[in-house]
């Protein structure tokens, strides 16, 4: 039987033959590793609809077309960050009836409904990070608390074969290794479940540094296009 056969059928027996709090601490971490793939892919499907619908939705809106179709391209592109925050921008901007031909000719009352369409893509961009930041907690709980979980077994475990020890009068190889395998199982069973959540919360907290700029960009631009003076023959049609 090949070494790597013979470990992998050692590893297994050492672990069906541990102790109860032994199984207990790898199934927490079994547990543990499972959602956190789980969520890892489920965020990686996620972001991937995130870029592809703003990347359509962006392409509409650099076009130049009229509001409403943009709109309606807010409609098509839920997944996108960017779209959310035009649809609030129209909707701010909708909102307002006749006072939307003061708004071209007061300059305070202008800027007093730009800093309500400003305000409105502020809080719209921070429900939108929340969102992408969606069970990201549950991945930083894991990379921090299952090497532990993983040490408190090992600790047990190590416990457990000096109590064996003890009990023998023995201090011998054959006797001690056993026990100190079954504990060193669950320290690597730790760090399995840590390490693909420490490195999948490090990317998708990027992904959403990099998405909470784009919309401040985005955000920029909405604001720009308000200030043009070809605003004001466009203004019943939206931003």
């Known amino acids: 039987m090949p070494a790597s056969d013979s470990l992998t059928t050692g590893i297994v027996d050492l672990v069906l033959n541990a102790g109860p709090v032994a199984k207990f601490v790898l199934a927490v971490l079994l547990v543990f590793s499972?959602?956190?793939?789980?969520?890892?892919?489920?965020?990686?499907?996620?972001?991937?609809?995130?870029?592809?619908?703003?990347?359509?939705?962006?392409?509409?809106?650099?076009?130049g077309r009229r509001p409403s179709v943009v709109l309606g391209a807010t409609k098509k592109h839920r997944e996108s960050p960017l779209a959310r925050t035009y649809a609030a921008a129209y909707q701010e901007f909708s909102g307002i009836?006749?006072?939307v031909d003061r708004v071209m000719?007061?300059?305070e009352l202008g800027r007093d409904r730009l800093e309500a369409i400003d305000r409105?893509?502020?809080r719209t961009a921070s429900l939108e990070i929340a969102r992408l930041e969606r069970y990201l907690p549950f991945l930083a709980t894991?990379?921090?608390?299952?090497?532990f979980i993983g040490l408190f077994g090992t600790?047990?475990?190590?416990?457990a074969a000096f109590h064996g020890i003890g009990q023998q009068g023995s201090a011998s190889l054959?006797?001690?290794?056993?026990?100190?395998?079954?504990?060193l199982v669950a320290t690597a069973a730790g760090l399995g479940a840590a390490i693909p959540a420490v490195i999948g919360y490090n990317y998708f907290v990027n992904r959403v540094k990099h998405w909470a700029t784009e919309m401040d960009g985005f955000r920029m631009d909405v604001l720009n296009l308000?200030?043009?003076p070809v605003v004001k023959g466009v203004a019943r049609d939206g931003v």
């Not at 600790?155 to 416990?159: A, E, H, S």
């Not at 054959?174 to 504990?183: C, D, F, L, Q």
């Open 120 to 122: 409105a893509m502020r």
């Open 155 to 159: 600790v047990w475990g190590i416990m």
């Open 97 to 99: 009836t006749e006072a």
């Open 174 to 183: 054959a006797v001690v290794a056993p026990g100190i395998s079954e504990a």
């Open 142 to 147: 894991t990379a921090s608390a299952a090497p």
């Open 226 to 228: 308000l200030t043009r």
């Open 105 to 107: 000719d007061d300059d």
């Open 34 to 63: 499972v959602v956190c793939w789980a969520l890892i892919v489920e965020k990686w499907w996620h972001f991937r609809r995130v870029r592809q619908q703003t990347i359509e939705f962006v392409k509409v809106f650099r076009e």
